[in-house]
């Protein structure tokens, strides 16, 4: 009696050990399958936030290139009357027409975050991340002869920035390194 007992026990465990290894085998299995329907949602989620970042800078660089757009419509406007209008014998009429344009084009500029490079002629230092060498000077040529070794002694043509990052570095000319004095 005790053997039925113990042999009824271990049909029981053994029947409760294959309801668990077969209840383990079908959660391994939809867990798997969790994992495949979780890497293929990842893979969409990261598709779509890719197309949406490629549709965002789309849409942004349309607003950046309108809005430029819209700001040189004027002065391209005002510049075509001129050359209708023209009369190129009067040099000072000229030259207040190209002020008047200048100052427009600085001030579109302006509207559109771009700064002049600001820079302390004779003082400061050659930086090639802000400027572009396009010649050097002797001290004795040179519009500041006593100016420190790479400093900026002229301007040849202004820098730009944008969001605080170099748009278009100025052109400038350096001092040169001083000789020194040869002994005869």
Do not use: W
Request: with cysteine; aromatic share 4%; proline share 6%.
């Amino acid at each position: 009696m005790q053997k039925k007992k113990k042999d009824d026990r271990l049909e029981n465990i053994t029947r409760l050990l294959n309801e668990i290894a077969e209840d383990n085998t079908g959660l391994v299995g939809s867990l798997n399958q969790m994992l495949t329907t979780q890497e293929i949602l990842r893979s969409d989620l990261m598709r779509e936030i890719g197309l949406l970042r490629d549709d965002f800078a789309s849409a942004l660089i349309y607003r950046v290139l309108k809005d430029l757009c819209n700001e040189l419509i004027m002065p391209l406007a005002a510049m075509e009357g001129m050359l209708q209008q023209a009369d190129f014998s009067d040099p000072k009429a000229i030259r207040s027409h190209v002020e008047s344009l200048v100052i427009t084009l600085q001030s579109v500029l302006s509207r559109m975050g771009a700064e002049k490079i600001p820079i302390a002629i004779g003082e400061e230092r050659f930086d090639p991340s802000r400027h572009r060498c396009v010649g050097v000077l002797a001290p004795e040529t040179s519009p500041f002869p006593s100016a420190p070794p790479r400093a900026i002694v002229r301007i040849v043509e202004d820098g730009y920035t944008l969001a605080g990052r170099t748009l278009s570095p100025a052109t400038v000319e350096l001092q040169a390194e001083k000789e020194p004095n040869s002994m005869i």
